[in-house]
DNA sequence: CTGTTAGCGCTTTCAC
DNA sequence: GTGAAAGCGCTAACAG
């Protein structure tokens, strides 16, 4: 028993399949008032679904947009998506979701996947990677995506361009400026802090990371200072843990010839993580060695994730609306509303350094 | 410059558009060897991208999973629709997601949506709801689904059937031992707390919410206690945080005659949120309020989200295997691994009640 | 093993 | 305003 055709209802109703095709779903022509009622009641009876392959088919797009994230789960990725989602509905249509672990090559075959499904646009999430073992796949990845856009397809872009694409004119890459919040926020934390600084950064080539590390030392040169050590590890909690780690043994250990804790606003480091979760992972792994945030270490992150907005203390950070970046790269340059909008990277949502308990100096005692 | 079709690339191999499918696309038949590598280098030069609508069309199957979910930033969701994602990777499907705030109206046109673009199957993750308000659209929500699953749909309920479901067999619903958890939960927490208990509960109609109550209940009944009172509120962290503040209130206001802030175990409730995020506001809004955790109210949630986890005072919870809910439920029976896996219900992942920091009755001191 | 012939379910000129 | 016919891109019988 398989679903039933617009065929069926047209021969139900007694009309053409032209006509049944033209009341159930829209068309330039106007049908006959009472004979729309009548194919209505016989598609209603028959319990009709159009068939969305079968019209996109003809239509030759989906009403599909495809997005690629390296992980749902992950909070960040699950902010964009919400973003994503909700201008997807605006527009009427579906989401489908491809996860990549962040590897190019899978980001290759996820591309290929949209590509395959005739989705109406993509829009990839992820942070771009430079490294040199990525550099096939990269390839790849933009002949994959230039044929697409080639094809007709819109391509949405969080952060950078993709490495390697040509298509210029059917890309639409969301501006996130990573580089001028971080430095604003090493800023900030310069006139408080006259400590060493520290950054916790991921592995090199990832863009976004990187550009966060440039951020902070050109912070740090802005406010007359030496750049400062990069310790590079995952860029996700697992990494800043690992990290954190090391770092505790080291500031405990350049600390032992006094009480075991190191004392005063001198011995006392500022970490510069390069978002939100390796903080936090560096937090939990300081803690466990026995130290204390801000007593001992200060620390910022990036990206101000929701769920980690009642850890204590409260993480120093730059806020990101990504549900909004999310929106806009999924609405790319469709936007239909206000006329001007000429200046587009000039409308994208800044972020907002976010001074917290973390990165507190005056209070030296509690947790 | 539309995307090349098969027809191309045969003709540019000198084939037939059958020959042409069969070796680009698996077939039975074997085509020949070396016609075979022409027509694959036709298809790349031609930078051939198979249209998976067209494909569909004829098969009448999409590759297509259906996921809906409350909201997908919730991490709760967001570590189902990984599972999700999971699964529907193994099949090489892809994965289609619907969000819907949770309501059942809204569920429903999520179900119409996948059912006309002819997913496979589809995924229901959030609770189900059998609030009077929500009768009519709960109805047309079964109706919908009914009808998908006669055409061959199948669907995979987390925790509870469709509420009015009647195509039994298609449906495949993955047990959460919400309730049995929830008593388990309790028991352990009679053992070491001797103060009263409290439940800080969801709106009621909201079944996962009501099976945790009923579970709490149950275990303060087992342990010879008397039932709890139940707060009733938002299902989300702001629900939390609201009756946070008025517990405060209630808190600080019965130990007044005392130094502002009660003292002894006697006086120090515990708290047993339906969930993780609602405990977290709840602590967030007890600690606005000078509250101390665990020193002055014991507090545990549900769930164990993981990007909860470095949350201090870490939060006694439930640990539930979510990603492995949501790979079971998009497996549904098609596991074709193990071959005896009659006892369906029985092969769930069990939860673990998880009893930490947030719940520990010895240390009084301390955040 | 390969090519020919029908459609999958729907939209859309084009006549009526 | 309505119907007839052609075809979207692909696969699945059939023949050859």
Tied chains: 1, 2.
Excluded: W
């Excluded at 409308?347 to 350094?353: F, K, N, Q």
């Amino acid at each position: 028993m398989s679903a039933s055709t617009l065929s069926e209802v047209a021969r139900l109703a007694g009309v053409s399949p032209a006509t049944a095709s033209r009341v159930l779903n829209g068309s330039a022509r106007t049908p006959g008032p009472e004979i729309a009622e009548r194919v209505r009641q016989a598609a209603a009876s028959l319990s009709y679904v159009p068939n969305a392959q079968a019209q996109g088919l003809v239509k030759s797009k989906s009403g599909l947009i495809g997005l690629i994230v390296h992980d749902i789960a992950d909070p960040y990725f699950s902010a964009i998506a919400r973003g994503v989602q909700a201008a997807a509905r605006e527009q009427g249509k579906m989401l489908l979701l491809a996860t990549t672990n962040g590897t190019p090559a899978e980001e290759c075959v996820a591309v290929a996947a949209f590509a395959a499904r005739r989705a109406d646009s993509i829009v990839i999430a992820g942070s771009r990677s430079i490294r040199p073992e990525d550099k096939n796949s990269n390839a790849e990845l933009s002949a994959e995506l230039d044929r697409y856009c080639r094809n007709g397809g819109r391509v949405g872009v969080m952060g950078h361009p993709v490495v390697g694409a040509s298509a210029h004119e059917c890309y639409h890459v969301v501006n996130v400026p990573n580089e001028e919040l971080a430095a604003e926020l090493v800023g900030k934390l310069a006139k408080i802090h006259s400590g060493t600084f520290l950054i916790l950064g991921g592995p090199e080539g990832l863009l976004t990371s990187d550009d966060r590390i440039r951020g902070y030392q050109r912070g740090l040169k802005a406010a007359g200072l030496p750049p400062a050590e990069i310790v590079r590890t995952g860029f996700d909690r697992a990494g800043g843990y690992d990290a954190g780690l090391s770092l505790a043994k080291r500031i405990l250990g350049g600390a032992r010839h006094r009480h075991g804790v190191p004392q005063g606003a001198e011995a006392r480091p500022c970490i510069l993580a390069v978002n939100d979760v390796m903080a936090i992972g560096a937090v939990a792994a300081l803690r466990s060695e026995g130290l204390r945030i801000p007593r001992d270490t200060l620390i910022a992150g990036f990206d101000d994730i929701e769920t980690l907005r009642d850890f204590r203390p409260a993480l120093s950070t730059v806020h990101l609306p990504l549900e909004d970046f999310g929106r806009l790269a999924a609405l790319g340059g469709t936007s239909g509303g206000s006329a001007d909008n000429e200046a587009e990277a000039g409308t994208t949502p800044a972020g907002r350094v976010m001074l917290r308990r973390s990165t507190e100096t005056r209070a030296l005692s509690q947790t």
